[in-house]
Protein backbone atom coordinates (compact mmCIF):
# COMPACT_ATOMS: atom_id res chain seq x y z
CA UNK A 1 0.00 0.00 0.00
CA UNK A 2 1.23 3.44 -0.38
CA UNK A 3 0.66 5.95 2.12
CA UNK A 4 -0.73 9.58 1.27
CA UNK A 5 -1.06 12.66 3.14
CA UNK A 6 -3.44 14.85 1.40
CA UNK A 7 -2.45 18.81 2.46
CA UNK A 8 -4.65 21.23 1.32
CA UNK A 9 -6.49 24.32 2.96
CA UNK A 10 -9.94 23.91 1.21
CA UNK A 11 -11.85 21.69 2.90
CA UNK A 12 -13.89 20.71 -0.04
CA UNK A 13 -10.83 20.10 -2.79
CA UNK A 14 -9.19 18.08 0.70
CA UNK A 15 -11.91 15.95 1.02
CA UNK A 16 -12.52 14.83 -2.65
CA UNK A 17 -8.65 14.43 -3.04
CA UNK A 18 -8.83 12.27 0.19
CA UNK A 19 -12.17 10.38 -1.21
CA UNK A 20 -10.55 9.51 -4.30
CA UNK A 21 -7.49 7.96 -3.22
CA UNK A 22 -9.52 6.25 -0.49
CA UNK A 23 -11.56 4.24 -3.39
CA UNK A 24 -8.68 3.45 -5.43
CA UNK A 25 -6.35 0.51 -4.78
CA UNK A 26 -3.50 0.54 -3.18
CA UNK A 27 -3.83 3.72 -1.86
CA UNK A 28 -3.84 4.23 1.83
CA UNK A 29 -4.68 8.14 2.96
CA UNK A 30 -3.03 8.32 6.41
CA UNK A 31 -3.94 12.07 7.04
CA UNK A 32 -5.29 15.47 6.15
CA UNK A 33 -3.74 18.69 6.79
CA UNK A 34 -4.58 22.30 6.19
CA UNK A 35 -1.32 23.74 6.52
CA UNK A 36 2.53 22.98 6.39
CA UNK A 37 2.39 22.75 10.13
CA UNK A 38 -0.16 19.89 10.28
CA UNK A 39 2.22 18.41 7.51
CA UNK A 40 5.03 17.83 9.33
CA UNK A 41 3.09 16.67 12.33
CA UNK A 42 1.15 13.77 10.55
CA UNK A 43 4.67 13.29 8.92
CA UNK A 44 6.45 12.44 11.98
CA UNK A 45 3.40 10.79 13.04
CA UNK A 46 3.05 8.36 10.15
CA UNK A 47 5.46 7.01 7.54
CA UNK A 48 3.81 8.13 4.42
CA UNK A 49 5.53 7.06 1.10
CA UNK A 50 3.52 10.28 -0.40
CA UNK A 51 2.31 13.89 0.29
CA UNK A 52 0.17 15.16 -1.57
CA UNK A 53 0.91 19.01 -1.17
CA UNK A 54 -0.64 22.01 -2.01
CA UNK A 55 1.78 25.67 -2.48
CA UNK A 56 -0.25 28.28 -0.23
CA UNK A 57 -1.79 27.48 2.25
CA UNK A 58 -2.36 29.54 5.43
CA UNK A 59 0.68 29.67 7.98
CA UNK A 60 3.37 27.46 6.45
CA UNK A 61 3.31 26.83 2.65
CA UNK A 62 3.83 24.23 0.82
CA UNK A 63 7.59 24.78 -0.05
CA UNK A 64 8.72 25.69 3.53
CA UNK A 65 7.11 22.18 4.29
CA UNK A 66 8.82 20.74 1.42
CA UNK A 67 12.49 22.11 2.36
CA UNK A 68 11.61 21.14 6.24
CA UNK A 69 10.88 17.26 4.93
CA UNK A 70 12.90 16.52 2.59
CA UNK A 71 15.88 18.28 5.71
CA UNK A 72 14.23 15.95 7.96
CA UNK A 73 14.38 13.04 6.10
CA UNK A 74 18.58 13.61 5.24
CA UNK A 75 19.08 13.74 8.73
CA UNK A 76 17.04 10.46 9.56
CA UNK A 77 18.47 8.68 6.95
CA UNK A 78 14.99 7.59 5.27
CA UNK A 79 13.56 8.16 1.48
CA UNK A 80 10.11 8.98 2.30
CA UNK A 81 8.13 11.29 2.00
CA UNK A 82 8.14 12.07 -1.41
CA UNK A 83 6.35 15.86 -2.08
CA UNK A 84 3.99 15.62 -5.04
CA UNK A 85 2.73 19.20 -5.55
CA UNK A 86 -0.55 20.54 -6.63
CA UNK A 87 -0.44 23.79 -8.47
CA UNK A 88 -2.24 25.77 -10.86
CA UNK A 89 -1.01 27.74 -13.84
CA UNK A 90 -1.48 31.04 -11.67
CA UNK A 91 1.33 29.54 -9.00
CA UNK A 92 3.95 28.99 -12.07
CA UNK A 93 6.66 31.51 -9.98
CA UNK A 94 6.49 28.76 -7.10
CA UNK A 95 7.21 25.63 -9.63
CA UNK A 96 10.97 26.32 -9.42
CA UNK A 97 11.12 26.98 -5.96
CA UNK A 98 9.52 23.75 -5.32
CA UNK A 99 11.71 21.90 -7.46
CA UNK A 100 14.36 23.09 -5.79
CA UNK A 101 13.10 22.36 -1.83
CA UNK A 102 12.99 18.84 -3.35
CA UNK A 103 9.55 18.25 -4.53
CA UNK A 104 9.21 15.10 -6.44
CA UNK A 105 6.68 16.11 -9.25
CA UNK A 106 4.02 18.64 -9.82
CA UNK A 107 0.56 18.17 -11.12
CA UNK A 108 -2.35 20.52 -12.01
CA UNK A 109 -5.26 20.57 -9.76
CA UNK A 110 -7.16 20.05 -13.27
CA UNK A 111 -5.78 16.38 -14.15
CA UNK A 112 -7.73 13.82 -14.52
CA UNK A 113 -8.19 11.39 -11.82
CA UNK A 114 -6.31 8.66 -13.63
CA UNK A 115 -3.47 10.97 -13.95
CA UNK A 116 -3.60 12.15 -10.39
CA UNK A 117 -3.64 8.43 -9.10
CA UNK A 118 -0.68 7.27 -11.70
CA UNK A 119 1.55 10.22 -10.26
CA UNK A 120 1.42 9.32 -7.11
CA UNK A 121 2.52 5.86 -8.49
CA UNK A 122 4.90 7.46 -9.89
CA UNK A 123 6.33 9.33 -7.36
CA UNK A 124 6.31 6.86 -4.91
CA UNK A 125 8.70 4.49 -6.84
CA UNK A 126 11.29 7.32 -6.75
CA UNK A 127 10.72 9.12 -10.11
CA UNK A 128 9.99 12.43 -10.79
CA UNK A 129 6.77 13.43 -12.83
CA UNK A 130 5.61 16.82 -14.01
CA UNK A 131 2.16 17.49 -15.63
CA UNK A 132 3.19 18.26 -19.76
CA UNK A 133 1.96 21.79 -18.82
CA UNK A 134 4.29 22.36 -15.90
CA UNK A 135 6.83 20.80 -18.13
CA UNK A 136 6.64 23.22 -21.00
CA UNK A 137 6.43 26.18 -18.80
CA UNK A 138 9.35 25.21 -16.71
CA UNK A 139 11.16 25.00 -19.92
CA UNK A 140 10.17 28.10 -21.08
CA UNK A 141 10.87 29.56 -18.26
CA UNK A 142 14.72 28.55 -19.05
CA UNK A 143 14.83 29.18 -22.55
CA UNK A 144 13.57 33.01 -21.49
CA UNK A 145 16.60 33.90 -19.50
CA UNK A 146 18.34 33.53 -22.65
CA UNK A 147 21.70 32.04 -21.11
CA UNK A 148 23.72 30.17 -23.36
CA UNK A 149 25.43 27.22 -22.26
CA UNK A 150 29.21 27.06 -21.97
CA UNK A 151 29.64 24.14 -20.43
CA UNK A 152 29.99 22.48 -16.66
CA UNK A 153 30.64 25.77 -14.42
CA UNK A 154 33.90 25.31 -12.28
CA UNK A 155 31.38 23.64 -9.46
CA UNK A 156 31.16 20.74 -11.42
CA UNK A 157 35.00 19.98 -11.81
CA UNK A 158 35.23 17.94 -9.63
CA UNK A 159 32.91 15.60 -10.96
CA UNK A 160 34.30 12.81 -13.47
CA UNK A 161 33.19 12.85 -16.79
CA UNK A 162 31.03 10.18 -16.71
CA UNK A 163 29.21 11.30 -13.62
CA UNK A 164 28.61 14.80 -15.46
CA UNK A 165 26.86 12.48 -18.20
CA UNK A 166 24.65 10.87 -15.51
CA UNK A 167 23.77 14.12 -14.46
CA UNK A 168 22.50 15.42 -17.89
CA UNK A 169 20.62 12.35 -18.33
CA UNK A 170 18.84 12.92 -14.67
CA UNK A 171 18.31 16.19 -16.15
CA UNK A 172 16.74 14.84 -19.55
CA UNK A 173 14.28 13.06 -16.88
CA UNK A 174 15.53 9.55 -17.20
CA UNK A 175 14.96 7.22 -14.93
CA UNK A 176 18.24 4.98 -13.25
CA UNK A 177 16.75 1.85 -15.61
CA UNK A 178 16.81 4.38 -18.57
CA UNK A 179 20.36 5.87 -18.15
CA UNK A 180 21.41 2.25 -17.85
CA UNK A 181 20.06 1.00 -20.80
CA UNK A 182 21.32 4.21 -22.22
CA UNK A 183 24.69 3.79 -21.03
CA UNK A 184 25.14 0.27 -21.51
CA UNK A 185 25.80 -0.31 -17.51
CA UNK A 186 24.02 -1.77 -15.01
CA UNK A 187 21.84 0.18 -12.65
CA UNK A 188 23.83 -0.31 -9.62
CA UNK A 189 26.66 1.43 -11.12
CA UNK A 190 24.64 4.59 -12.67
CA UNK A 191 23.13 4.38 -9.11
CA UNK A 192 26.72 4.62 -7.62
CA UNK A 193 27.36 7.53 -10.64
CA UNK A 194 24.82 9.27 -9.05
CA UNK A 195 25.39 8.94 -5.58
CA UNK A 196 28.64 10.02 -5.92
CA UNK A 197 27.58 13.20 -7.82
CA UNK A 198 25.25 14.41 -5.17
CA UNK A 199 27.63 13.86 -2.50
CA UNK A 200 30.26 15.78 -4.38
CA UNK A 201 27.42 18.06 -5.06
CA UNK A 202 26.10 18.54 -1.49
CA UNK A 203 22.70 17.58 -3.36
CA UNK A 204 19.75 15.42 -1.12
CA UNK A 205 17.38 14.55 -3.87
CA UNK A 206 17.03 14.14 -7.21
CA UNK A 207 14.85 17.37 -8.10
CA UNK A 208 18.19 19.15 -7.10
CA UNK A 209 20.17 17.52 -9.66
CA UNK A 210 17.50 18.10 -11.80
CA UNK A 211 17.59 21.88 -11.07
CA UNK A 212 22.05 21.45 -11.62
CA UNK A 213 21.64 20.30 -14.78
CA UNK A 214 19.66 22.91 -15.89
CA UNK A 215 21.38 25.55 -14.19
CA UNK A 216 25.25 23.94 -15.41
CA UNK A 217 23.84 23.90 -19.47
CA UNK A 218 24.32 20.13 -19.37
CA UNK A 219 20.53 20.31 -20.46
CA UNK A 220 19.90 22.86 -23.09
CA UNK A 221 15.77 24.15 -23.09
CA UNK A 222 14.18 23.26 -26.42
CA UNK A 223 16.38 20.31 -27.27
CA UNK A 224 15.95 17.50 -24.54
CA UNK A 225 13.11 15.02 -24.55
CA UNK A 226 10.60 16.50 -26.03
CA UNK A 227 9.68 13.21 -27.41
CA UNK A 228 9.05 11.46 -23.86
CA UNK A 229 5.48 13.86 -23.92
CA UNK A 230 6.49 15.77 -21.12
CA UNK A 231 5.12 13.57 -18.09
CA UNK A 232 8.61 12.90 -16.49
CA UNK A 233 11.58 15.21 -16.50
Known amino acids: MIKVIVADDQVLVRA?????????????????????????????????????MDVRMPGMGGIAA?????AAREAAGRQTPRVLILTTFDLDDYVYAALKAGASGFVLKDTSPERLLAAITVVA?????????????????YTLRGEAPGGPPADLAALTAREIEVLRLV???????????????GETTVKTH??????????STRAQAVVVAYEAGLVVPGRESASNGGHRR
Request: proline share 5%; hydrophobic share 50%.
Open 16 to 52: GLAALLRAAPGLDVVGEAEGGEQVLALAAEHEADVIL
Open 66 to 70: TEQLV
Open 125 to 141: NGDMLFSPPISQRLIEA
Open 171 to 185: GKGMTNPEIAEHLVV
Open 194 to 203: LNRTMTKLGL
